[in-house]
């Protein structure tokens, strides 16, 4: 039987292992660097050597990158689909990525490493996913979209046809996405719109120059307001 080892025990790593079993597949250990934790879901926790085929069960983006970057040199998991998961033969999925129950990819979607795509999301035609992203649940993704590495999409958000996510950007839940969302940005709202510049996120949001967000905001009204005459 297949088996594949983990790294990171907290909540994310919960959907992953059940992931893994309804594929038949074992978790015999998962690393984590918390010494508190010796079991989780009745598996034995380790803080020592580190083993592969590997999938980082950890949720946030930039934490996920970091390891695997540590890491470089184990072997990665192949991307495990949910067997509920509808997809097209004419995509392509890299190493590390998860994808969970009632998600659907349509053709020619391309799809990093080590990216989540969440529980019921849709992901459409032609649409370019980067390393490190998560599409979280219920999100949709019209055909055609860009997503910049290690961005966030909130859950149920929708994207429109053909619009670009920039790096690092995050997308506040239940968002309808109608222009280009620029990178290291939080966006939220129909229509989503920027609300702060961030720095790189890890668990929270650190505002980097209160500055640069008034222009970003005076540029993106300017777009709009073109866009309106
Ligand atoms: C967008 C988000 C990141 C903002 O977090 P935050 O900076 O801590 O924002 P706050 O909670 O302080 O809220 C600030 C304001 O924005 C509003 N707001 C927050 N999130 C919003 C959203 N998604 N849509 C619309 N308004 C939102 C709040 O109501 C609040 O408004 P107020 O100032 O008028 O009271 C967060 O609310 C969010 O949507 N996270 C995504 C959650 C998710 O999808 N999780 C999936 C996990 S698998």
Request: glycine share 10%; aromatic share 6%.
């Amino acid at each position: 039987m297949h088996q594949v080892y983990l790294y990171g025990a907290g909540g994310h790593a919960k959907v992953v292992i059940d992931l893994l079993k309804s594929n038949h597949i074992t978790v015999p250990e998962i690393f984590d660097d918390n010494p508190d934790i010796s079991t989780f879901m009745g598996i034995p926790v380790s803080h020592a050597e580190i083993r592969s085929p590997l999938i980082i069960s950890i949720g946030n983006n930039l934490v996920r990158k970091k390891i695997v970057e540590k890491l470089n040199n184990l072997v990665f998991n192949p991307a495990v689909l949910a067997s509920s998961v509808t997809v097209s033969d004419w995509i392509s999925i890299e190493e590390g990525t998860v994808v969970m129950q009632g998600a659907i990819i349509q053709s020619s979607a391309q799809i990093g490493k080590h990216v989540i795509v969440n529980t019921g999301a849709s992901i459409d035609h032609d649409c370019r996913i980067s390393n490190y992203v998560h599409i979280t649940p219920g999100a949709i993704l019209c055909g055609n979209v860009e997503i910049g590495e290690g961005a966030f999409i909130g859950a149920g958000t929708t994207i429109m046809q053909g619009i670009k996510i920039g790096k690092w950007a995050v997308i506040g839940a239940g968002s309808v996405v109608v222009r280009d969302i620029p990178d290291n940005v939080l966006a939220y709202g129909n229509p989503c719109k920027p609300k702060k510049m961030l720095t790189r996120w890890v668990g929270k949001y650190v505002i980097i120059n209160e500055l640069a967000f008034l222009l970003l905001f005076v540029f993106f009204l300017s777009i709009e307001k073109g866009g309106n005459k």
